[in-house]
């Protein structure tokens, strides 16, 4: 009897939750939070987390950086001058990330005093809200110049954030950016979610994402929202039995 699609990739996101559970808790015993970046392209998700890992380096926090991207190194070479240990990751095609890549990276590349690893997930708030990565932390991000009911048409995505990071906050004047439209629209789908405004430009906010990652890493209080629902996405195929 042949499976369906919907039974494959049931399979697929069960096992990568069963393989995100179990480095979850490997890197605990470590002693390594992971901060899982999500957001569209073009969102200054990486210039945001250069800044927010300058000023780690800048505190002495063991602090490293995995980014995903289809192809060129451009953001490891852009958040490399944090001072802070980055490696890129390339997808070869595929739209996010899933628990068994960044299982490989943390056995052979995180280095051993590291306590906190950001990731900076492929540029789609579709397929990667799907995938656990095993973090300790989803932070969804959304410049002012996406839209104030960006939360209602990726729910997934902002429905399984523990902390929302508005980006590029100089500009919502000039994108007309209705903030109070937004907050309830993300009171829809993630009900007492934090939200915390920023800009890379100026540095605003930088220092307030820095700390709610700090807290979560030290077993702070970190709002968690209702387990969402996987939406029907790209995936692999399950591995070959060997």
Not at 218 to 242: F, K, Q, T
């Amino acid at each position: 009897m042949c499976e369906s699609v919907d039974d494959v990739t049931q399979a697929v996101l069960a096992k990568n939750d069963g393989l995100a559970a179990s480095l979850r808790d490997e890197l605990a015993r470590r002693g390594v939070s992971v901060a899982n970046l999500l957001s569209s392209p073009g969102s200054g998700k990486t210039e945001l987390l250069g800044r927010v890992l300058a000023r780690a380096v800048e505190r002495r926090v063991p602090v490293a950086a995995l980014t995903a991207d289809l192809a060129t190194e451009n953001d490891a070479r852009r958040l490399a001058r944090s001072g802070a240990p980055v490696k890129q990751l390339l997808t070869d095609g595929l739209c996010h990330l899933e628990a068994r890549q960044l299982r490989g990276h943390v056995e052979s590349w995180l280095p051993q005093d590291t306590s906190l690893l950001f990731v900076e997930n492929v540029g789609n708030l579709v397929c990667p809200a799907a995938y656990d990565l095993g973090e300790s932390l989803r932070i969804v991000l959304m410049a002012v110049t996406e839209g104030e009911d960006k939360p209602l048409k990726y729910p997934t995505a902002f429905g399984s954030a523990h902390l929302v990071v508005l980006t590029k906050t100089d500009l919502a004047e000039a994108a007309g950016f209705d903030e109070s439209a937004f907050h309830a629209n993300l009171r829809r789908v993630n009900p007492g979610v934090e939200v915390v405004r920023t800009c890379a430009r100026t540095g605003d906010g930088v220092d307030t994402v820095l700390e709610r990652v700090l807290a979560a890493r030290d077993g702070g209080s970190v709002h968690r929202p209702p387990l969402a629902p996987h939406p029907h996405g790209h995936v692999h195929a399950p591995d070959p039995v060997s």
